[in-house]
């Protein structure tokens, strides 16, 4: 085997075997060949993990790294320890990516030395529909010194930056490359304790640290969003999983000296994930807790001292009004309106579905 000039981190726990093979197969015939794939296996059922073995049988270029399940943060800081090649770039196992995904990113780290990080634009693909999804203004821009804030700020929350994209943000790990000697120089992994947001906060260390970061507008991903997702699954105890990720980003904010945008930014992301553990737990159709049970514990949650001081300081300048609205119900603890609302969207997209 040559030795490889990009390594692919696939990171798998559970993912649907036709889109685990589409993705595999998007990186198999890619134009650069001197690559290898790395697929992690978190942990996963024996039927998934001999699928992984049965790619690694099939190409010399694929390898299988085996771990117990402990998240996705992990799987991605084994594939960095165990990469070869000079460069890194991450691939969900349910996405697949352009035949020339790989050779983009190689030859842009060679064309520009001085650079750690690339950024490519990415496709959404939900529904049945491709959407293009640009995370910057323009075909091309190199961000360093306090540009770089742009890209954090964006990563935060979207609405804080001067650009804000349809749906995806810097903040994702995929559609980007790294310099794997640099990522390990610097000891920027990404966090084990977060099972959700990791990417975020691993990107707002990575960008901060980072002397010159490339933003390229190609669309080389496809984002598969699918209503399957963790962010849709119901998961008892969401609220904790994702206060975690606020703390991380105030802890960054505060060891860098950010400037009150960023606080802003922090305040309104708190919302935003208060706003899906609401989604995902507390007034989700699966919650098997009655009513009066999961209207008390929201209403304790909203009542909790960070919540109100993140209402205090929220910027809504730039958010959508239905957004507003609901912002407001939380504001004022409009329990049984809040119930009501997420009743009404559900009926909203179940006579979509029927239509």
Partial sequence: MIEPQMSVVVPVYSVEKEYFEECIL???QQ????????IVADGVKKEILDLCKS????????????????????ARNNGILNAKAPYITFVDADDWVEPEFCAFFYDNFKNN??????????????????????????????????EKEEMELQAIFKEAASYVPRFATFGTTWAKAYDV??????????????????DTVFNLHAFETAEKVLYVKRFLYHYRMNSGSTVNKYTEGTIDILERISRYILKFIKEHGKDERFYQAYNNKSIQLLSQSINSDYAHKNNPKNYLTRRKELKTVLRRKCYRDNFKNINTENIPVTRKL???????????LIYLAHWVYRKKIIRRKVL
């Fill in 31 to 38: 134009t650069l060949e001197a690559i290898e794939i790395i």
């Fill in 55 to 74: 790619f690694e049988g099939q190409d010399e270029r694929i390898r299988v790294v085996e771990q117990e399940n402990q998240g996705v943060a992990v």
């Fill in 181 to 198: 000697e640099w990522l390990r120089k610097q000891n920027i992994i990404y966090e084990p304790e977060l099972r959700r947001g990791q």
């Fill in 326 to 336: 609901y912002w407001s119900l939380m504001k004022y603890r409009m329990v049984d």
């Fill in 26 to 28: 998007s990186l198999k």
């Fill in 113 to 146: 030395p001085d650079v750690q990080i690339i950024s490519s634009a990415a496709y959404i693909n939900k529904n049945d529909e491709e959407i293009e999804n640009p995370f910057w203004n323009g075909e091309k821009k190199y961000f360093t010194g306090k």
